[in-house]
């Protein structure tokens, strides 16, 4: 009875009404049954009115509401999991999602969560059926529009636009080789990177190998152009050519005999193996630096001779010298079976690596030192006289000799694959890291793609070609991978 006379008495004073005149007949005329139904009537409408304002409120907080949801890319898998409680929590019920037929992408009621893998890029737009807590089940659903961006397939926006053959030292987009001597196979393959493709420019890397029947010794090249010069191109190609041929026609036979006449002994004399060993070593860095120099001079001849006839094309204001144009990293290395095992000899300047792979794969070697820096443009050069007397990094640590008993893999590389695959340098001395590698190479990838080591060296080879395209965002490099195996 006090709830309707207070309700009485807030109707009348709205009136205008002095109620504190009529206390003595407000509580007979609220006794009522007429009044008193009236009154409830009223209540009920003042409730209803409140429901009614609730369910609004609520209905137009949601559709204001900004809904956060990532975007996709085509082909990549996708997932968004709503916030634990996001329906209840802004007074939904019944609610439905539509609008995803075929998209690549549903949604899981049970646990709130859109997910699949988009297939075409531009948005998708799907809708959200619901009702407000406090509506009828049978109220027709009310609906909020929401929008996934979709990314197209990165791989898609670039362009494989081929070189111009008539570029002075063009070189082939890609190129590859296999080879069998001895009791091992050698695969290569460098391919030209997705930046040089985008824009139609030539391939920086290059390679070059041969292994020689007489002497049993093998050689392999591999060279990482630099981007800014503008002939690295040849630079490289003339860096590996250059490496083989002196191998091949201007070592001193007796320089190689006396170096493997001092590796016998060592192995023969274990009294005097310390002291012939330190003198194999000697006489192992006076080949590599006799080497290394020749492929210095010859690029820098090519360089003097391409300058005499190609005048106009040397205009790049920050070349300090005609050589600059020609700048190419350099690793190689030569090595031969022998009763007591495999003898390696090695250099590199620049930031390629050279790593041999235990045969038992529990243990990773590096043959050199990588030049990476400390910042972007931190690597050396075999076309840079400096490194020759460089105080830094003195040229006789550029040079290596490694004897083991075997190996299952030896890997030489550019930093289009290094980079992509190991990410930093100390990734390299980690077998676990080197493990990922050789499950990566036998088809545990995103592409499926594998070697299949098997007999078919010449399948071998193409599957390397493809799995050298293989996708890494930001790596986009020129790539080459020698495999000694």
């Known amino acids: 009875m006090k709830d309707q006379l207070n309700l009485l008495v807030q109707l009348i004073s709205r009136r205008g009404i002095d109620t504190s005149k009529h206390q003595d007949i407000l509580a007979t005329f609220a006794s009522d049954q007429a009044v008193l139904n009236n009154l409830d009537?009223?209540?009920?409408?003042?409730?209803?009115?409140?429901?009614?304002?609730?369910?609004?409120?609520?209905?137009?907080?949601?559709?204001?509401?900004?809904?956060?949801?990532?975007?996709?890319?085509?082909?990549?898998?996708?997932?968004?999991?709503?916030?634990?409680?996001?329906?209840?929590?802004?007074?939904?019920?019944?609610?439905?999602?539509?609008?995803?037929?075929?998209?690549?992408?549903?949604y899981d009621k049970?646990?709130?969560?859109?997910?699949?893998?988009?297939?075409?890029?531009?948005?998708?737009?799907?809708?959200?059926?619901?009702?407000?807590?406090?509506?009828?089940?049978?109220?027709?659903?009310?609906?909020?529009?929401?929008?996934?961006?979709?990314?197209?397939?990165?791989?898609?926006?670039?362009?494989?636009?081929?070189?111009?053959?008539n570029l002075l030292f063009w070189k082939d987009d890609n190129q590859s080789a296999s080879a069998m001597f001895e009791d091992r196979r050698i695969l290569i393959s460098s391919k030209r990177g997705r930046s040089h493709g985008?824009?139609?420019?030539?391939?920086?890397?290059?390679?070059?190998?041969?292994?020689?029947?007489?002497?049993?010794?093998?050689?392999?090249?591999?060279?990482?152009?630099?981007?800014?010069?503008?002939?690295?191109?040849?630079?490289?190609?003339?860096?590996?050519?250059?490496?083989?041929?002196?191998?091949?026609?201007?070592?001193?036979?007796?320089d190689i005999l006396e170096f493997e006449n001092h590796l016998k002994l060592a192995h023969s004399n274990s009294q005097e193996k310390q002291e012939t060993i330190e003198q194999a070593t000697i006489k192992a860095k006076q080949i590599l630096y006799k080497c290394s120099l020749s492929v210095h001079k010859k690029i820098h001849l090519i360089a003097k001779n391409t300058f005499n006839t190609e005048t106009d094309l040397f205009n790049d204001k920050k070349a300090k010298s005609v050589f600059d144009y020609f700048h190419s990293t350099l690793i190689f290395t030569a090595f031969k079976k022998f009763d007591f095992g495999y003898v390696f000899l090695s250099f590199g300047v620049g930031d390629c690596p050279i790593a041999i792979i235990s045969k038992d794969k529990s243990e990773v070697n590096l043959l050199n030192y990588l030049d990476v820096g400390e910042y972007g443009g931190g690597t050396r050069f075999i076309t840079q006289p400096e490194i020759f007397h460089s105080k830094e990094r003195p040229m006789e640590e550029r040079f290596n000799l490694k004897i083991i008993d075997d190996y299952s893999f030896v890997f030489l590389m550019t930093d289009g694959i290094y980079d992509a695959k190991f990410i930093v340098e100390a990734n390299l001395e980690k077998m676990e890291k080197w493990k990922d590698f050789l499950k990566d190479l036998e088809g545990e990838n995103e592409d499926r793609i594998g070697l299949g080591f098997s007999d078919d060296i010449e399948l071998e080879e193409r599957n390397l070609n493809k799995w050298m395209d293989f996708w890494s965002k930001g790596n986009h490099d020129d790539r080459t991978l020698a495999i000694i195996y």
């Open 110 to 165: 049970e646990k709130t969560r859109l997910y699949g893998t988009p297939t075409e890029s531009g948005s998708i737009t799907f809708c959200i059926g619901y009702n407000i807590v406090g509506e009828s089940d049978n109220e027709k659903l009310r609906e909020k529009n929401i929008k996934i961006i979709v990314n197209p397939d990165p791989k898609t926006l670039w362009k494989d636009i081929p070189s111009d053959t």
């Open 198 to 254: 985008n824009i139609g420019s030539c391939r920086d890397d290059d390679f070059a190998f041969k292994h020689f029947e007489k002497t049993r010794w093998t050689v392999v090249a591999v060279a990482d152009g630099a981007g800014s010069a503008s002939f690295s191109r040849k630079g490289s190609e003339v860096a590996c050519k250059t490496t083989v041929e002196f191998f091949e026609h201007e070592i001193s036979k007796r």
């Open 41 to 106: 009537s009223i209540n009920s409408l003042e409730m209803k009115i409140v429901e009614n304002w609730e369910i609004y409120s609520r209905s137009n907080n949601f559709e204001n509401l900004k809904v956060w949801i990532p975007n996709g890319t085509v082909g990549e898998i996708y997932e968004h999991v709503f916030p634990e409680n996001f329906f209840a929590d802004n007074y939904i019920k019944n609610h439905e999602i539509k609008g995803l037929d075929n998209t690549g992408v549903i």
